[in-house]
């Protein structure tokens, strides 16, 4: 499966985004979806994923969500804060995160 990620950018404190993941090559069914980022620095940190169960690592601020139709998958983002600062990652899983399919990833910035 291919994923594509879009919609980050440059943000303010307090502003919601939503990123968006297209996927392609296979159904999203056949995966565990999930969101991750990296910001500088730091190690690669799980955001939400979405498959039998839900997980947020935020539920009052990030929100998974999927589109099996569309073979889309978001990231809805509120209240941003400059912390959440990094790339953003769009994964496929059928076996585990290291043998996931990534993304390229997408650049959020909030500023203070």
């Known amino acids: 499966v291919q994923l594509v990620e879009s919609g980050g950018g440059l943000v303010q404190a307090g502003d919601s985004l939503r990123l968006s993941c297209a996927a392609s090559?296979?159904?999203?069914?056949?995966?565990?979806m999930g969101w991750f980022r990296r910001a500088p620095g730091k190690e690669r940190e799980m955001i939400a994923t979405?498959?039998?169960y839900t997980y947020s690592a935020d539920s009052g601020r990030f929100t998974i969500s999927t589109d099996n139709d569309k073979n889309m998958v978001y990231l809805q983002m509120n209240n941003l804060n400059p912390e959440d600062t990094a790339v953003y990652y769009c994964?496929?899983?059928?076996?585990?995160?290291?043998?996931?399919?990534w993304g390229q990833g997408t650049q959020v910035t909030v500023s203070s």
């Open positions: 090559g296979e159904s999203i069914i056949s995966y565990v």
């Open positions: 979405r498959g039998t």
């Open positions: 994964a496929a899983s059928s076996s585990g995160w290291d043998s996931a399919f």
